[in-house]
């Protein structure tokens, strides 16, 4: 037998127009953003720390090695290697491969360009920054940020416990509750927009041999130029890791209507209480 569906309440402004639109913004600038970034990797696909770069003790290294007389791809962390032939270090179609960090898919320009690829970082990282501005710019200015911080009542141990459990056992939010942000997403998004993002602005200025004329003391700040490289690099994961799990959220907790929240502003609330 079909299960009845629950009754909805439909909201028509879950999400300001101007919301919406720094949101597509961000996903296009941020794709971008990686994808150009990963080209510029690809130029010397090594970290490391402190000021220089000390070849032969990277933190992370990404290349070709030979096994017999079978080249592979390996990755690096740390003093463990992992075979990554076909992904990283040796990537491209069957007979075709070549030595490269991250494969061409994943680069923009997909062929070898640093020059290009600095131009798309910088022109999309300023487009990403602009962006920003106009979002905080708009919260300051609304009640978009109370949306964003949590309450008393959230902040209590027991809330944020409920929170984290009914995330792990996938339990979604009805009713007034779904309204609103709870507190794991307030907490989230705010240790990206105040954290993360910040500092991943900081450090790329921080490689900017430009920047580095007008501000000297930032390279320093982060202990040297391959330190910096290496705390961008982080930031950028944990942009990835969280991009991809509001995108599994997004589709778990209902995708079309989380979607067309987006982009049109209308949302179906499911009510709480018994099925009628």
């Known amino acids: 037998m079909a299960r009845e569906a629950r009754p909805t309440t439909v909201v028509y402004k879950r999400h300001s127009g101007l919301v919406r639109a720094t949101h597509w913004v961000n996903v296009l600038a941020i794709s971008l953003l990686l994808m150009s970034g990963l080209q510029i990797f690809n130029a010397h696909p090594a970290l490391y720390w402190g000021q220089k770069s000390t070849f032969a003790d990277p933190w992370l290294y990404m290349g070709l090695a030979e096994i017999g007389d079978r080249p592979v791809g390996v990755t690096m962390v740390g003093d463990r290697a992992f075979e990554t032939t076909g992904l990283f270090g040796y990537s491209g179609a069957e007979g075709r491969r070549e030595p490269r960090g991250f494969p061409a898919w994943a680069t923009v320009p997909s062929y ?70 709870n507190v794991l997403q307030k907490l989230t998004y705010l240790a990206m927009i105040l954290g993360v993002l910040p500092l991943m602005l900081l450090t790329g200025l921080s490689m900017s041999p430009g920047f580095n004329a007008a501000a000297p003391w930032l390279i320093d700040l982060f202990g040297g130029r391959q330190s910096a490289r290496s705390v961008h690099f982080i930031c950028a994961g944990l942009i990835v890791l969280f991009v991809l799990v509001h995108v599994a959220l997004v589709v778990l907790s209902g995708f079309w209507n989380n979607m067309r929240s987006m982009i049109t502003g209308r949302y179906a609330i499911e009510t709480e209480g018994p099925r009628p």
Do not use: C, M
């Open 112 to 181: 070898r360009d640093l020059a290009s690829g600095r131009r798309w970082h910088f022109f999309f990282a300023w487009l990403f920054v602009i962006n920003g501005l106009v979002y905080l710019a708009a919260a300051l200015l609304s009640r978009h940020r109370r949306d964003l911080l949590p309450t008393r009542e959230q902040w209590r141990l027991r809330h944020i416990w409920r929170d984290v459990l009914d995330h792990a056992r996938l339990r979604f939010p009805k009713g007034e509750a779904a309204r609103t942000y």
